[in-house]
């Protein structure tokens, strides 16, 4: 019964002469989960979008950090069952699959 309950990612660019920082911050609720991303190019100000998803539209959610786990506990089994999907949240924040 593992779950997620807060993550966080950052992706540093050191484009000239605009650097770019990318972050998406992922938090559990009681009944929701919000994913917040923000993206700063050089001096401009942030930009911010939340996007937020019921409970029940993620049952089941893999997040990187369980994905790992995940793939760790197949590898030692070493065994593969069958159509293994999960929901998952891409890049941009978005609601997605991830098969293995």
Avoid: N, W
């Amino acid at each position: 019964q593992l779950e997620t309950l807060e993550q966080e990612e950052q992706e540093c660019l050191e484009l000239r002469p605009h650097p770019t920082e990318k972050r998406t911050h992922i938090v559990s609720h009681q009944h929701a989960m919000t994913v917040t991303k923000t993206l700063q190019e050089g001096e401009a100000e942030p930009q911010c979008q939340s996007l937020c998803y019921s409970r029940a539209k993620l049952r089941g959610l893999l997040l990187e950090g369980a994905s790992l786990l995940l793939l760790r506990v197949l590898a030692r089994r070493q065994t593969m069952p069958p159509d293994l999907v999960f929901p998952a949240i891409d890049t941009e924040g978005d609601l997605c699959t991830s098969s293995y």
